[in-house]
């Protein structure tokens, strides 16, 4: 069983949209989570890291929910921009950082 | 600065060649790692070390070596090189123990990737 399982998607939405994925991870140990966006063939980039009682960035929310072990990342008001890659990433431990397989996202007119 | 510098950007083996690649990075990160990415699969960690000298498995370690001889530098070497090692190769590096805990702490700094193909 992998250590990071991520829903590999696509995601296709109209702009305007909300949509959000979501991030299971097995080791109950894991101390840090972030969620990066990848754009094609680029290298990932950090959208926002996820602290413990949830955080937003403008229209990203991140939230954690320790007792299941998963991860979310909410995005309102989708935008063409946001069609990227969404990685979530996770430190399991003695900072070995793990990613899931990201999720697609494409926002169409 | 410039961050986190990969090289070669592109490189094409024969199975069986050996060669290695670099990351050098410049913001004084005592940890680096190696990722693979592969269509579908996201990165998987290679190798990763967490201070000079020092280097761990990760996800998929075999087929490949690594050497932290220097803080700033960290290389991945393939021996023997295989099909199966075509892929896209990350760098990255983090933590910057003089900046402790403050924002920004273990957020992964890549370097441009580097793409292999063995044929």
């Known amino acids: 069983r992998k250590e990071v399982e991520q829903d590999p998607g696509p995601f296709n939405v109209p702009e305007g949209a909300t949509v959000a994925f979501n991030c299971t991870y097995s080791n109950s140990a894991s101390q840090s989570f972030f969620w990066y966006r990848q754009d094609c063939r680029k290298e990932p980039k950090l959208l926002m890291s996820v602290y413990s009682s949830g955080n937003e960035d403008g229209r990203f929310t991140a939230q954690l929910n320790r007792a299941s072990q998963y991860i979310s990342l909410l995005i309102r008001d989708s935008k063409l921009s946001d069609s990227a890659t969404y990685l979530c990433v996770v430190n399991i431990g003695n900072n070995d950082m793990r990613f899931g397989a990201g999720t697609r996202l494409t926002v169409k007119p | ?119």
């Not at chain 2, 060649?17 to 990165?43: F, I, K, V």
């Not at chain 2, 910057?96 to 044929?119: C, D, I």
């Open chain 2, 1 to 119: 600065n410039a961050g986190v510098t990969q090289t070669p950007k592109f490189r094409v083996l024969k199975t069986g060649q050996s060669m290695t690649l670099l990351c050098a990075q410049d913001m004084n990160h005592e940890y680096m790692y190696w990722y693979r990415q592969d269509p579908g699969m996201g990165l998987r960690l290679i190798h990763y070390s967490v201070g000079e000298g020092t280097t761990a498995k990760g996800e998929v370690p075999d087929g490949y070596n690594v050497s932290r001889l220097k803080k700033q530098n960290f290389l991945l070497g393939l021996e023997s090189a295989a099909p199966s090692q075509t892929s896209v190769y990350f760098c990255a590096s983090t933590v910057n123990r003089v900046e402790g805990m403050r924002s920004g702490a273990n957020v992964l700094t890549f370097g441009a990737g580097s793409r292999l193909t063995v044929l």
